[in-house]
């Protein structure tokens, strides 16, 4: 017994050690031969792990609705489910009763932080009382903040610099009006938007961002751009990461879809190469919904 595992070992060293020879020759030879080592293949969904998520927005109306609802959702999560990363962004008053209800099932979060950490600014909500409560994840940028709230790029660029010195994620929202859409200025929209949010943020903390494309056109609304339309702008978001920081980052920073996600569109999401997982609205306040979405099938 004791030969065969001394051979086996053995046999794992040599195959170990072949590995490594043929990574030194691949390694020296890749310079002159880009083809050998394809971008496009390590861009595939394989390569990130999905992440879906829900955003109640000023919902449910009572506590004991956020505590029906959040274990609700988490009871979905079965041993069968997709190996995916899971989260419910909830308004703050919900944040400790929804993360009690879900347990270690998944990540409760916060839908918004102020950049300021403690003053004068009354209604506002720091970074570090959430982190004291357990929240390792905020979003920033939601078009609802943009359009209802006036937060600029400037505000929101200084919400996630925050969140990320607090030693926190964040989910960077961008997305383009109907009308930037209608004159197909998407691809321009989100790399302003890109470039201004995610400024002075380096390369070793991108992989605490993930960005969440909402054409803001189909938010709420119950129009989903195509996933032939979605993959395109979320393939341009990747080149922009790119340009911004390099091709290993954009391969791997996680960009998911936001925008009118149902149970009916999200298998055909999830199965665009550049989709890495959603953002949900409405369905993620109804349990079977956002089962059916957290249980997706590629």
């Known amino acids: 017994g004791f030969l065969s595992i001394k051979q086996h070992c053995k046999s794992l060293l040599t195959m170990k050690l072949s590995a490594i020879t043929l990574l030194s020759i691949l390694g020296s030879v890749s310079a002159f031969a880009p083809s050998l080592v394809g971008s496009r293949a390590s861009t595939h969904l394989d390569a990130r792990r999905p992440f879906i998520s ?4 000023l919902n ?25 990363d899971v989260a419910l962004f909830v308004p703050y008053v919900f944040i400790e009763s929804a993360m009690s209800a879900v347990g270690n099932k998944l990540s409760v979060g916060a839908e918004g932080v ?11 909500v720091s970074t570090t009382m959430l982190d004291s409560v357990g929240v390792k994840w905020a979003l920033a940028g939601h078009s609802e903040r943009r359009v209802i709230f006036g937060e600029a790029d400037e505000y929101i660029n200084a919400q996630c610099l925050r969140i990320i ?24 929209v989100c790399a302003v938007q890109l470039r201004k949010g995610l ?22 609304t119950g129009k989903v751009a195509t996933p032939e339309v ?10 922009i990461i790119a340009a911004m920081y390099d091709q290993e980052t954009a391969d791997s920073v996680r960009v998911l879809y936001g925008g009118s996600v149902t149970p009916e569109s999200v298998d055909e999401l999830m199965g665009q190469p550049d989709i890495d997982g959603a953002l949900v609205g409405g369905a993620s306040l109804d349990s079977e919904k956002f089962g059916r979405i957290i249980n997706f099938q590629v």
Not at 54 to 57: V, Y
Not at 114 to 124: M, S, Y
């Open 230 to 239: 979605a993959q395109s702008v979320h393939s341009t978001c990747r080149s």
């Open 60 to 84: 449910p109306q009572t506590r004991d609705e956020a505590v029906s609802l959040a274990a609700d959702i988490a009871s979905k999560i079965t041993d069968d489910s997709p190996d995916a």
């Open 165 to 188: 010195e607090q030693g926190m994620s964040v989910m960077l929202c961008i997305g383009e009006s109907e009308s930037e859409y209608e004159q197909n200025l998407a691809g321009s």
């Open 54 to 57: 829900g955003n109640w927005k």
């Open 114 to 124: 102020c950049p300021q950490v403690q003053g004068a600014f009354t209604g506002a």
């Open 199 to 220: 400024a002075g943020i380096s390369k070793e903390q991108m992989d605490r961002v993930v960005i969440a494309y909402e054409p803001v056109w189909a938010i709420g």
